[in-house]
């Protein structure tokens, strides 16, 4: 399964520099080629050819570089304003739009976006971001999984809800990420500030109580805690994404073993954005079209485990079934996420940690 983007504490300075390759996108215009040089997280991915059919298509090369995962990439964004270490970035997500808007950081598009998927991101734009200066590419759901073998045989209910987690049936079954390391781990505090309001600190305190684990990020908490995860997990509650049962499919299968709660999920936006500064802002203009695209697009639910936000993408079937998005997800505004944000993290951590 895709590694989710996790967010680190502290920025990391290494960079490390790759590419992706896939099929052809629509024409775009031919220019006199260059190099532009995508900013972005550790988990972003394009299927083989991807990346070098936008070359054969507009001219310009693509550098990745990847500092780390979602928090540092958005770290780093600020720490190198004053010398972009790009041109474009993709990855940052709504729960830290706005310290990336405050920042100044991004600039809109020049020239402006052409792709028709504009008009349909329109409705996942920040609302404090006037300019445009970050396009919606995708979304997805952050949500409580549940193994469903694991309860099978031992016989329990499975939870349901959020309030179903400080049951005392659920002692010490449930993993999740920190919110000051994990983007995830936000987006699931969020989730219980909005589900909560001022009960919010209650309701951890009894997480805490019934044995909640903590780990640094999703792939800790899915690959080594989750008992559907890497294999040897003692927990069968975990973090992660409407979209990960699909992952869990054995082979030769015909269902997933794993599913997700949709009562307990918020709404993930991953945007992309042109770097203030940019030695090649026409470039990165060209790249936020493209990943706009139905190329693109169409291969974003296997690449990256997150639905397009275009409205002519294709997404597989089987996410129908077993990754759908939730009908009333949990959401915090991004005005009451940039003001309340440290304020609510150290809460969080004198509650759970302290």
């Known amino acids: 399964m895709r590694k989710r ?13 790759c590419s992706a390759i896939g099929a052809a996108p629509a024409p775009a215009t ?15 991915a394009l299927s083989d050819g991807i990346l070098a059919d ?3 298509q507009t001219g310009y090369t693509v550098k990745v570089v990847q500092p780390g995962d979602a928090g540092t990439l958005v770290n780093q964004l600020v720490l190198t304003k004053d010398a972009p270490l790009g041109d474009v970035t993709f990855g940052v997500d709504n729960t830290f739009a ?13 020239p402006a976006l052409s792709a028709a998927a504009v008009k349909d991101g329109q409705q996942y734009r920040v609302p404090s971001d006037t300019t445009g200066a970050l396009t919606p590419i995708d979304v997805g759901d952050v949500c409580v999984n549940v193994d469903h073998a694991w309860f099978t045989a031992h016989g329990v209910t499975e939870p349901k809800t959020l309030d179903d987690l400080t049951q005392p049936a659920y002692k010490n079954l449930f993993v999740t990420e ?34 909640v684990k903590v780990d640094d990020g999703w792939e800790n908490a899915w690959n080594v805690d989750y008992t559907a995860g890497g294999g040897n997990g003692q927990y069968p509650i975990v973090l992660s994404y409407s979209s990960s049962p699909v992952d869990t499919v054995p082979k030769g299968g015909t269902s997933p073993t794993t599913g997700a709660l949709l009562d307990t999920c918020f709404r993930q936006v991953e945007y992309a ?8 802002p026409a470039g990165a203009a060209a ?12 291969d974003i639910p296997g690449s990256m485990y997150m639905y397009p936000v275009s409205s002519s993408a294709s997404v597989p079937d089987e996410w129908a079934k077993w990754a759908p998005l939730a009908t009333s997800p949990r ?24």
């Open 5 to 17: 983007a996790l967010l680190g504490a502290l920025a990391v300075p290494v960079l490390a520099a």
């Open 30 to 44: 031919t220019t006199a080629g260059g190099e532009i040089t995508l900013v972005t997280h550790d988990s972003f």
């Open 54 to 56: 936008f070359t054969k």
């Open 98 to 110: 706005s310290r990336a808007l405050d920042a100044g950081v991004l600039v809109p598009p020049s």
């Open 178 to 211: 920190s919110p000051a390391t994990s983007s995830p781990g936000f987006a699931f505090l969020l989730a219980t500030i909005s589900a909560k309001g001022d009960g919010w600190q209650a309701y951890w305190k009894a997480l805490k109580d019934n044995g």
């Open 273 to 280: 954005g042109v770097l203030a500064g940019a030695k090649n």
């Open 287 to 298: 790249f936020i079209n493209f990943l706009l695209s139905d190329e693109v697009q169409n």
């Open 331 to 354: 959401s915090v505004p991004a005005a009451d996420i940039a003001a309340h944000r440290s304020e609510w993290l150290q809460q969080w951590s004198d509650v759970v940690l302290g």
